[in-house]
Antibody, heavy 121, light 108 residues
Framework: QITLKESGPTLVKPTQTLTLTCTFS??????????VGWIRQPPGKALEWLAL???????RYSPSLKSRLTITKDTSKNQVVLTMTNMDPVDTATYYC?????????????WGQGTMVTVSS | SYVLTQPPSVSVAPGKTARITCGGN??????VHWYQQKPGQAPVLVIY???DRPSGIPERFSGSNSGNTATLTISRVEAGDEADYYC???????????FGTGTKVTVL
């Protein structure tokens, strides 16, 4: 059974750097084709893909946020970390991590429960 | 960047059929995935590869994709189907992921 869980601060100040951790179980990020992605959702708004890291450490970022994002993995700890610099109130959102299976055509089949992050001074 | 456009809302009576569209340039050449999101919950994958259902998803959910439009169809709609629905594609050429604008389905 695959599970993912996001953790990190619930409140950050403008200009600060946000660091979120996704801790997962039930799969290995060493398996060919597998990835873990981050997706966010501002209150009342649509889902927005942010970043994804593959089993081979290849990384992809949303073009609109690429300069502010870094995604890394620690395979031994079953964790994926997302950092976002220069936080702004518009970055207030629920942040999700999700499992991207091999051969799934780019779908995210299992999601974490999400973690709400508020950006405010 | 690739854009996916969905109608903001769809209303349907119980027992009827709801169709949710997802428009994108030549979307028929891509694999489309659909997610259901109920209030306060994480999204759930209901359709992948245009028309495949993950285990546990009722057969009432089906999908199609051709030309510039993909469609999620919910047959025999139930009150429990009331939710937001999002389409998503993986642009394999750029290796980027895109979500649609979302559609709120209301069961009358």
């Amino acid at each position: 059974q695959i599970t993912l869980k996001e953790s990190g601060p619930t409140l950050v100040k403008p200009t600060q750097t946000l660091t979120l951790t996704c801790t997962f179980s039930g799969f290995s990020l060493s398996t060919s084709g597998v990835g873990v992605g981050w997706i966010r959702q501002p209150p009342g708004k649509a889902l927005e893909w942010l970043a994804l890291i593959y089993w081979d450490d290849d990384k992809r970022y949303s073009p609109s946020l690429k300069s502010r994002l870094t995604i890394t993995k620690d395979t031994s700890k079953n964790q994926v970390v997302l950092t976002m610099t220069n936080m702004d109130p518009v970055d207030t959102a629920t942040y999700y991590c999700a499992h991207r299976p091999a051969g799934g055509g780019g779908a995210f089949d299992i999601w974490g429960q999400g973690t709400m992050v508020t950006v405010s001074s | 960047s690739y854009v996916l456009t969905q109608p903001p809302s769809v209303s349907v009576a119980p027992g009827k059929t709801a169709r949710i569209t997802c428009g994108g340039n030549n979307i028929g050449s891509k694999s489309v995935h659909w997610y259901q999101q109920k209030p306060g919950q994480a999204p759930v994958l209901v359709i992948y590869y245009d028309s495949d259902r993950p285990s546990g998803i009722p057969e009432r959910f089906s999908g199609s994709n051709s030309g510039n439009t993909a469609t999620l169809t919910i047959s025999r709609v139930e009150a429990g189907d009331e939710a937001d629905y999002y389409c998503q594609v993986w642009d394999s050429s750029s290796d980027l992921y895109v979500f649609g604008t979302g559609t709120k389905v209301t069961v009358l």
